[in-house]
């Protein structure tokens, strides 16, 4: 696996592309005002946000570029947690002008790395392409000429984001792994983790976490789960 480089806030973004190739480096705009902890408890003053219990632990958070991480990762900073963000790289395009889907794209990768600077937590860029390519497009095209049109999003759940992503989370000493999933863990009196839909309904995601193991269950948060988003 791709050693994951540490991108400091103000550097340009270059990441490893395939064959050793780099992706086009974009300069971000560095005058981004941090979003200050008395900004961020008005911000979430109204929403029920778990206790304050990070103190002394880092997590690590997913981060997408979109609203969902962003606010994951601040209820988590809010929680006295050190959080660490992260993205992954899970695809390179032959023509990254012409590539659209924004959830792969440099932008949305430039995206994440402007808001953890803005909310003042650290941010790793990880390529995961070979992963990406190897659970998830070479089985869906396997699937699909078999006759069988598999979920991606869940194939990526289950072969390689949060496989790989915990993996990553635990070489960097955290004590867990939080994504903007709207989803809830909770453990019953006997140890054993179970997974339960959002209180938002029109957000909820648990199906495509559904293939998610006890020891992942077990690491990771969702602390969206229990938030309205609208």
Known sequence: NPI??????????????????S??????????PRLSTEDARALLSRYDTGPIDG?????????SGGVDSAVAALVLRERGYRVVG?????????DEQGFINPCCSIDAMEDARATCQRIDVPFYAMNMAKEFEAGVIDRFVSEYAAGRTPNPCLECNRHVKFRHLIGKARMLGA???????????????????HLFRAV????????VLHTLDQEQLAYLQFPLGRLRKT
């Open 86 to 94: 992260v993205n992954m790289r899970l695809y390179n395009p032959p």
């Open 55 to 63: 103190s002394g632990q880092t997590i690590v958070v997913a981060m």
């Open 4 to 21: 994951i480089p540490l991108i400091p806030s103000q550097s340009p973004l270059v990441i490893p592309g395939a064959g050793g190739a």
């Open 175 to 193: 004590n867990g792994l939080a994504t903007g999933h709207y989803a809830r863990i909770e453990r019953d009196d006997a140890g054993v983790y």
């Open 23 to 32: 992706c086009p480096a974009r300069q971000l705009p560095t005058s981004l």
């Open 200 to 207: 938002d309904d029109q957000k909820d995601q648990s199906y």
